[in-house]
T-cell receptor
């Protein structure tokens, strides 16, 4: 059973471009979480999705950021008109059910660099 | 507000010795406290958790202690090995949002041969 997959692993964008980050959860997992990590800091929660639904987006910036988890295919975190401050590592986690910590498995992350 | 912080940003330990990583938290309304290990270039890996109604839990070579009186959490690693080198994060899941993990800022553990 493959773990959580994220791609690309590294992404370089110029200011003003769009960034699309993909997350394929573990097989059988219908809950996906996105976190952002700045260098030398802990992860910050962004959004929690179930299939086709956003459950909690309290950590997501109101502008330029959006997330989806369609019925088929990976979850997508989309950042429009990127700025230098968006440079960070973005981690996705998945779980078969919420509320139990050890069932939330993290992917390897996408490192976004904005030039 | 919600806040999980660590006492020390770095910790250097002799191989074979025990490691103790400490964490202070400020939110009393948390259900779970968790320790994660993050190796360079990888995502966080769950180590051990403890519910708020417990004060101690043991795993393989690791022990987590929770002191609710002083809002303090610690991770003890027995017989530290080179493979334990990583950044360790304490984290919590508040009652108010059972699926949102709140991470602290991390302690880097390095092992001296």
């Amino acid at each position: 059973n493959a773990g959580v997959m994220q791609n690309p692993r590294h992404l370089v964008r110029r200011r003003g471009q769009e960034a699309r980050l993909r997350c394929s959860p573990m097989k059988g997992h219908s809950h996906v979480y996105w976190y952002r990590q700045l260098p030398e800091e802990g992860l910050k929660f962004m959004v929690y999705l179930q299939k086709e639904n956003i459950i909690d987006e309290s950590g997501m910036p109101k502008e330029r950021f959006s997330a989806e988890f369609p019925k088929e295919g990976p979850s997508i975190l989309r950042i429009q008109q990127v700025v230098r401050g968006d440079s960070a590592a973005y981690f996705c986690a998945s779980s078969p059910r919420p509320d139990v910590p050890d069932t939330q498995y993290f992917g390897p992350g996408t490192r976004l660099t904005v030039l | 507000g919600e806040s999980v912080g660590l006492h020390l940003p770095t910790l250097s330990v002799q191989e074979g010795d025990n490691s103790i990583i400490n964490c202070a938290y400020s939110n009393s309304a948390s259900d779970y406290f968790i320790w994660y290990k993050q190796e360079s270039g990888k995502g966080p890996q769950f180590i051990i958790d403890i519910r708020s109604n417990m004060d101690k839990r043991q795993g393989q070579r690791v022990t987590v202690l929770l002191n609710k009186t002083v809002k303090h959490l610690s991770l003890q690693i027995a017989a530290t090995q080179p493979g334990d080198s990583a950044v360790y994060f304490c984290a919590e899941i508040p009652y108010s949002s059972a699926s949102k993990i709140i991470f602290g800022s991390g302690t880097r553990l390095s092992i001296r041969p």
